[in-house]
Nanobody, 122 residues
Framework: QVQLVESGGGLVQAGGSLRLSCAAS????????MGWFRQADGKDREFVAA????????STADSVKGRFTISRDNAKNTVYLQMNSLKPEDTAVYYC???????????????WGQGTQVTVSS
């Protein structure tokens, strides 16, 4: 089992920045591809970004490309999502996820965190 705990959400004005963190425990963190997803009220959960086990490869959704950056620190068992130039449409609950491959983390990750709320005011 992998336990994931997100933090760093909050209320921010449009144009502002936030950094989300996801701390992992339970199994060897560096064995897992890590991803971020989000779900706005009344909408389906959507993929935001993913990062490979070593951090060399990343994948980012077009809707956030150029504004959001995913990174990880394997020594701290933590993955981050730096969010810049935030827009009201970025408002959602953000979830961290873990899987063993980049493809799997995008479509059906095995492990999920509980989520952290991000609210962007206009």
């Amino acid at each position: 089992q992998v336990q994931l705990v997100e933090s760093g959400g909050g209320l921010v004005q449009a144009g502002g920045s936030l950094r989300l963190s996801c701390a992992a425990s339970g199994r060897t963190f560096s064995n897992y591809v890590m991803g971020w997803f989000r779900q706005a009220d009344g909408k389906d959960r959507e993929f935001v970004a993913a990062i490979s086990q070593t951090g060399v490869s990343t994948s980012t959704a077009d809707s956030v490309k150029g504004r959001f950056t995913i990174s990880r620190d394997n020594a701290k068992n933590t993955v981050y999502l730096q969010m810049n130039s935030l827009k009201p449409e970025d408002t959602a609950v953000y979830y961290c996820a873990a899987e063993t491959s980049l493809w799997r983390v995008k479509v059906s990750p095995a492990y999920w965190g509980q989520g952290t709320q991000v609210t962007v005011s206009s």
